[in-house]
């Protein structure tokens, strides 16, 4: 690794902000994929995201975005929140310098503290070794973008 840059983390604010943000996404999670710009932000639970840029010198280096869900149980004292964390990018010139865990710490950090007792999200299978580094573990088979992209569902509790 190389040294740790000083890494800003906070919700994107500007225009300028928001624009980097989804170029990131975009970059790195759907052009590989020949897919349309926009298309990095066309989930359902794109609304009801919450969202994180990284930056180092004022400069946008990550992103990442999660959103809160609840399970429901027949007795409402068992309901229990989680979050499910989504779209983690980070800028290719920054990578291994310790900002994809800074982003992933600063997600379960927000969501512990919105009371969510567990993070879920399915993880691209050259990723699993990263998100075990933090903690996550395996727990099944997960979703296939785009008909190729394989991932693996993988979650780790927060109390
Ligand atoms: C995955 C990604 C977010 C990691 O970000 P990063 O800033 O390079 O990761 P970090 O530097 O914080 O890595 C933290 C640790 O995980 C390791 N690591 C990083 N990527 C890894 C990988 N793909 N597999 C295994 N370990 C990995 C690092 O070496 C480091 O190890 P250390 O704690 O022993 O020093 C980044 O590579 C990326 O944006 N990839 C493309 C988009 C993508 O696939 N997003 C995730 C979709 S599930």
């Given at each position: 690794m190389s040294t740790a840059p000083?890494?800003?983390?906070?919700?994107p604010k500007s225009e300028q902000d928001w624009a980097d943000y989804y170029r990131l996404r975009?970059?790195?999670?759907?052009?590989?994929?020949?897919?349309?710009?926009?298309?990095?932000?066309?989930?359902?639970?794109?609304?009801?995201?919450?969202?994180?840029?990284?930056?180092?010198?004022?400069?946008?280096?990550?992103?990442g975005c999660w959103v809160l869900g609840v399970r429901s149980a027949s007795d409402p004292s068992a309901?229990?929140?989680?979050?499910r964390f989504r779209q983690m990018a980070v800028d290719p010139d920054f990578e291994r310098r310790g900002i994809g865990r800074a982003i992933t710490r600063h997600v379960e950090e927000r969501s512990r503290a919105l009371g969510?007792?567990?993070?879920?999200?399915?993880?691209?299978?050259?990723?699993?070794?990263?998100?075990r580094k933090q903690g996550w573990v395996e727990q099944g088979e997960g979703i296939t973008l785009f008909g190729t992209v394989e991932s693996i569902a993988m979650v780790k509790g927060l109390t």
């Amino acid at each position: 690794m190389s040294t740790a840059p000083s890494v800003e983390l906070a919700e994107p604010k500007s225009e300028q902000d928001w624009a980097d943000y989804y170029r990131l996404r975009y970059e790195r999670l759907r052009k590989p994929h020949g897919q349309p710009p926009g298309s990095e932000r066309d989930d359902p639970a794109e609304p009801s995201s919450l969202h994180v840029v990284a930056k180092v010198d004022g400069r946008v280096v990550g992103a990442g975005c999660w959103v809160l869900g609840v399970r429901s149980a027949s007795d409402p004292s068992a309901r229990r929140i989680f979050a499910r964390f989504r779209q983690m990018a980070v800028d290719p010139d920054f990578e291994r310098r310790g900002i994809g865990r800074a982003i992933t710490r600063h997600v379960e950090e927000r969501s512990r503290a919105l009371g969510a007792v567990e993070m879920v999200g399915n993880v691209r299978a050259e990723n699993v070794g990263f998100m075990r580094k933090q903690g996550w573990v395996e727990q099944g088979e997960g979703i296939t973008l785009f008909g190729t992209v394989e991932s693996i569902a993988m979650v780790k509790g927060l109390t």
